[in-house]
């Protein structure tokens, strides 16, 4: 096993008596794009809620290239270079929009003018270069979405966690977003977790797709497998074909 | 920060809050009207106060009642310094004898004061960073109720709840100008830096502002102490300037006038604050020559008195109602200059 990824091992969160995440293990290489997929309430959100430390776990291991990132607050995930969007776009609204994407670099101390260079050509690169001096309330939820993932990838992540980055978007805006995503692994040299209903997006981006039922998995493996798969089948539709007549014959 | 980058994109601002200040300090000086002039100092140390203010509850989001605490802080530490050997006998009769020697040239003391506030300021906020909206507000709260009662049973070096008197008058006009210019360019730089910037980040959304990385109690925290030492140099100049004082000036009446002004103006902007400051001065001034007129006229059988808190109440509730963010709620007036100039050359273009 390589080094380079995020190990989610035996992973349960708990929530007063509900068992959102039951023993659920995924790995993620750099230079990966993964799927994460499942029914509503599966537990998708919770694992990147998991994995960035927005919510406490109760069993299992996260770790980052071999070191543990268990017990760590949000900021030191995140400075260990583990970012995320969320599933409701979190943008600072009062921030203009170049503001949103540079303050991640600053962070990490980089310095104002070169945070600016940087978030001039990240905004460029998703073509809100022109909004730049805009509030970022004033934009589009589309846009808004856009300038989230921009101001994860300005800080050069290791991972990137995205939570429905194309929802919200029209059929074109979904369709440059997902060009831009499938570059990013190789530019950026990131490992990539897309959690997202849009099935066409899945299959087209995702080397691999992790598949979740009431948060434990329930297939893994290529975009092309796992949709044929009977318990995912199962799983969004209630049950697979065929096993209805086998019931009841 | 650079500075070349800052002053490009606040240029506009700077020059004009800062033109606002010089005009009426030049105008007052000019016309050589004794009241006028009393009204621009008090208004140039409500400048520095509110910018204190700004720097914290403007940056952070949270609401601070301990900021009037630390002006009465810098005010008496900054008196212990320049109260004349022969008077603080009097003046503070069971002064402890190793402070009884102490003295510094005013301006210095002042700047004493200042920093006693920062000090004192991180050495009691550093837990209170952690917490946010009301649990954040109600201990501020209680900092300043600590505070207060340290300066009213602390006779050994306050005078107790009776007067402190005897401080050399020393800021006049152009000192309370100079530092209400100098405080606004703190609280915009401060703005504007990276700090200020993660702040402003943790004010909008503070679990994304944790999720990219930022360390939001220790920002808080700086902009605490910066706020503590802004007040606690108002406080030194406002001591030095009414040259006579007791802890009840730095309590609930002081806090609500300072709170009025930056609420009214805009608490997020530099512009707010200090538009705020200028309305709220120039209401009271007039309202109390109202007040005045009445009271000489005799309309009503007794005295009118407290018409100027009534309104800027009222004013507070319809700015919260009607415009929640102040006057000024987002963006700087030299931004929403160069924005109008921009739109106005696009429509002439088209």
């Known amino acids: ?249 | 920060m650079n500075m070349s980058y800052f002053l490009r994109r606040h240029w506009l601002t700077l020059a004009f809050l800062t033109g606002c200040v010089v005009l009426l300090a030049g105008g007052a000086s000019l016309i050589g009207d004794r009241l006028m002039e009393r009204v621009t100092i008090n208004l140039c140390i409500n400048i520095v106060l509110v910018m204190g203010l700004q720097v914290f509850m403007g940056n952070s989001g949270i609401l601070s009642f301990a900021h009037i605490g630390f002006m009465g802080v810098g005010a008496y530490s900054a008196a212990l310094f320049t109260i004349p050997s022969q008077m603080k006998n009097m003046a503070l009769p069971e002064l402890y004898p190793v402070l009884a020697g102490l003295s510094l040239d005013p301006l210095l003391a002042i700047l004493v004061g200042g920093l006693i506030a920062a000090v004192i300021a991180a050495l009691v906020s550093y837990p209170l960073m952690r917490l946010s909206d009301a649990a954040a507000v109600i201990t501020s709260f209680a900092l300043l109720v600590v505070l207060h009662t340290v300066m009213l049973h602390w006779s050994e070096v306050t005078n107790g709840p009776r007067t402190l008197f005897g401080l050399p008058k020393y800021t006049g006009l152009l000192l309370a100008a100079s530092a209400a210019v100098l405080a606004i360019w703190v609280g915009m730089i401060f703005k504007e830096s990276r700090i200020g910037l993660l702040l402003r980040a943790s004010r909008s959304d503070e679990i994304a502002a944790a999720a990219i990385g930022s360390n939001i109690p220790q920002m808080r925290w700086m902009a605490f102490i910066l706020g503590a030492f802004l007040a606690g140099i108002g406080g030194g100049l406002w001591g030095h300037f009414i040259t006579s004082f007791a802890p009840k000036a730095f309590f609930l009446k002081e806090t609500f006038v300072i709170l009025g002004m930056l609420i009214i103006g805009g608490p997020r902007t530099v512009s707010g604050a200090v538009m705020g400051t200028l309305i709220v001065t120039g209401t009271f001034e007039g309202l109390r020559t109202v007040e005045n007129g009445l009271n000489r006229a005799e309309l009503f059988s007794g005295q009118v008195i407290g018409l100027t808190e009534i309104v800027l109440a009222l004013a507070m509730i319809a700015v919260l109602i009607l415009r929640p963010g102040g006057l000024f709620p987002a963006r700087e007036i030299g931004t929403l200059i160069t924005l109008r100039a921009k739109g106005k050359r696009m429509n002439s273009s088209v």
């Open chain 1, 1 to 249: 096993m390589t080094t380079a990824s995020l190990d989610v091992q035996t992973l349960s969160v708990q929530f007063s008596g509900l068992m959102a995440l039951d023993q659920l293990s995924l790995r993620l290489a750099e230079g990966e794009i993964l799927g994460l997929i499942g029914p509503n309430g599966s537990g998708k959100t919770t694992c990147v809620n998991a994995i960035t430390g927005q919510v406490p776990i109760a069993r299992g291991q996260i770790s980052l290239k071999g070191q543990s990132l268990s017990g760590l607050t949000p900021r030191e995930i995140a400075l260990a270079g583990v970012m995320r969007s969320f599933q409701i776009v979190r943008l600072f609204d009062d921030l203009s929009v170049q503001e949103n994407v540079e303050i991640s670099t600053l962070v990490r101390g980089t310095r104002r003018l070169e945070a600016h260079k940087k978030s001039r050509s990240l905004l460029e690169m998703f073509g809100l270069w022109d909004r730049a001096e805009d509030l970022a309330g004033d934009l589009s939820y589309g846009q808004k979405r856009r300038v989230e993932i921009a101001r994860a990838l300005i800080a050069n992540p290791h991972f990137l966690l995205l939570d429905e980055p194309a929802a919200g978007m029209n059929e074109q805006e979904s369709a440059d977003l997902m060009t831009l995503l499938s570059d990013l692994p190789k530019a950026y040299g990131l490992g990539l977790l897309i959690i997202d209903h849009d099935m066409h997006l899945i299959t087209q981006l995702c080397h691999r797709v992790h598949v979740i039922a009431s948060g434990q998995t329930i297939a893994e493996g290529s975009a092309a497998e796992v949709i044929q798969d009977p318990a995912v089948i199962s799983a969004y539709l209630g049950t697979a074909p065929g096993e209805g007549d086998k019931r009841g014959a």
